[in-house]
């Protein structure tokens, strides 16, 4: 009997378990990344049953690569997940995705550079490697950063992530990215020096990991979705307050990385100051600042598409969303007890049944919002309000403070206005900076002011004398048997201005302030959770509004005859006064209409010849646009020019040689036949040769309206040749690193370029009289760019003149030798008729064991000119 009696329990009690888990339900989260800290407070909440609690059985999805996760979520393929600022981009091309918070209120992403690199600000960065991830190299914090110091992205080489410490400390990339909770750690622990770039010293504290989930979700299931949302926060505010113990758990469970503890503990700490960066709440989340956010992209020109930010992110703070479990509570509730203290305006009062002040306003928005009313339980003091509660006969405190001794009876919502507190004394004291400054004295403090509970400790050589009311603490005052009476700002003034404005004063501001909160009786969980979704959905600006709205009072005095006199002879003074100026404007105003309708004929008169001056000022700049280009291209052609007469040289004298030959040969009758089809192929060689010359100079100055395909290869090799003899004479080799890339555009404009800029680094190895003469030239495709790289070993530009070069009229040679107008007319024809950019700087490189030194002259080209 009693095995079967053990054994109906035990199958009972499974039973119960299994029914217990069926009421559970599934819900999954994707993670963003590999198991850390970083996301503590879900392994926290699933643990210590916080989901459980919630009715949620929750399954933590481990990261893998290539998952398009906000899309997935979408398609509800997971139900939360983690991301990054960048779901904004996502959200803007139609993804169905709403944030619920977000963590970090400041991205933990940063860029990380060794003190030994000599990378010690953002400029340094320009032509540096910059190890990143896409998703990293997407983000608008780095980006803005960057940019803020004037530094293109286009002069940073981006290489792929390893996520190895060791490619930064090995110098196989300049500078790294990461996260300011773990890269910083390993280079400490391991001596090396470093620079951290952190988006938020800069201006640029964006939002990350944020939690969001489906529009479909939201629309069909919103009690889950907020269900999962404050089991989750409640176990990150668990994490965050135990975060070795947190370690400790995720070393058990999941470490999939093998970090170690002091690992953990490091971005833990690191984690939860970027959590609570300028804020007191836990996943706080603002329109403005994902505005600002969104602005920073677009300026970027990484989209376009309007964000409606209302269906973007779950607003709490604009809405009050209940289960339907709470609003069967409210139904059957009816109504709300709530204690209200009489006579303390400016936040309550009750006059003939009706409630007045500041708290009244604030109950008022809680009674529309839950849509059952509020019956007012009077309370005599502050004191008595806390004996109602502990007694059943009050449900809610409107205004309550938190005291570890209340928590015993009261559960608190979060704080939703914070109350400055003052010191009170009589008009001769002196003012108080500081209630340090103070001893041996006496200040007063109304009875149940929880301030008293903090102020005792911290200043000992004040005596805390607790009053029935406030207005008994500043007759005390008066009377001289306390020096000061503490109490808060608004009431203070309140009172002031009814009662004591002639013989008391503020003398000082207290440190300490006062956190308003609602109260609820500790026993009924439903309307505690009820009430703190309402403080959530409050807005800030209405409730300061709500507490400033009574601070002022409105006396209601007897009628004043006197007054009114004065007042009736000040209005007829000032009557008299605005006449006067009145006339005296009229007369102004007719001469200015008559100056105004002088200017405003003038003007007409202008108005009439502006359109024929400004069409023959455009047309003069063209001209003079046009006569520039003219000029760079016969300069151009001077050089050419003196290139083929050199290259001819040598063919014609071949030509006239093999033809004097021939004749000699002919006359002394010794002409065989081999001597004259070799001499005949030597002939036809050589003019083929001169042909060749003349087509391709002949090319280059054919004009060209349309874009054509070219490859740039093959484009510089011909650029090359036609400037080859004078290299040959001047002993300069040219070294080339080609990769074929074919592009569309004006094929003449493109040889242009590249004749001056070559032209350029002949005249300055000669100049410089470098022994080893040598220029690189190098064709290479980056990502979305294509680069032309021309350097040379003549030493470099001076720096003075680096920023000056591409300026019109501004050469270095003699006057005689050059026009100024070349290196101008590249920038032009590069950045008008190639969408790309030119740019110079000095370089030291190597090249087969030898260190050169000297100007490179580098041509982007960006995607849209692929053919």
Sequence with gaps: MLRGIFYFIFVFLISQSLLFSKDLKKVTIQLSWFDQFQFAGYYMAKEKGFYEEAGLDVTIKAFEFGLDIPNDVAKQKFDFAVGRETLILDKSKGTDIVALYALFQATPLILVSTKESGINSIEDFKNKNIMTTIDDASEVSLKAMIRSKNIRLEELDFIKHTHNINDLIDKKTDVISAYISKSPFELKQRGIEYNVFDPKKFGFDMYSDL????KKMIQNDIDTALAFKNASLKGWEYAYSNIEKSADLILQKYNSQNLSKAELIYEGEQLKKLSYFNTKELGHIKKEKLQRIYDLYNIMGLTNNVIDFDDFIYFEDNKLVLTNKEKEYLKQKAFIKTCIIPNAMPYSDIKDGKVYGSVADFVKILEEKIKIPLTYIPASSLKNSLELIKSNQCDIIPTAQLTQDRKSFMNFTNAYVDVPSVIMTKDEKPFIENLSSLKDVKIGIVDGFSLYEILKPKY????FVKVKSLEDGLERVYEDELYGQITAMGKAWYILQKDFLSHMKISGKIDEKIDIRIGVKKGDVKLYKIMSKFVNSLDDEKVEALSNKWVYVQHEKEFDYALLFKITFAI??????????????????????KKVEEKTQELKRINETLEHRVKEEVEENLKKDRLLAR???????????????????QPLSVISTSASGLKVKKQVDDLDDKFFYDTVDCIVNSSNYLSHTIDDFRYFFKPQDEKVRFDIADTLEKTINLLNSKFEQENITVIRSFENIVIQGHETEFIQVFINILNNAKDALVLNL???????VEIKKRKNKTLVKIRDNAGGIKPKILDKIFEPY??????????????????????KYMNGVIDVSNKRFEYKDEKYKGAEFSVILYDDNLD
């Design 770 to 776: 470098a022994e080893n003469r040598v220029i690189f």
């Design 211 to 214: 939690l969001f989930t489906s």
């Design 572 to 593: 007829f003074i000032l009557s008299a006064l605005l006449l006067y100026r009145q006339n005296l404007l009229k007369k102004m105003n007719e001469k200015l209409n």
């Design 631 to 649: 000029q760079s291209k016969m300069a151009a052609m001077g050089e050419m020019l003196e290139n083929i007469a050199h290259q001819w040289r």
């Design 810 to 831: 501004f050469t270095t040679k003699h006057n005689s030798t050059g026009t100024g107008i070349g290196l101008y007319m590249c920038d032009q024809i590069i950045s």
């Design 460 to 463: 000992p050589n004040i005596e």
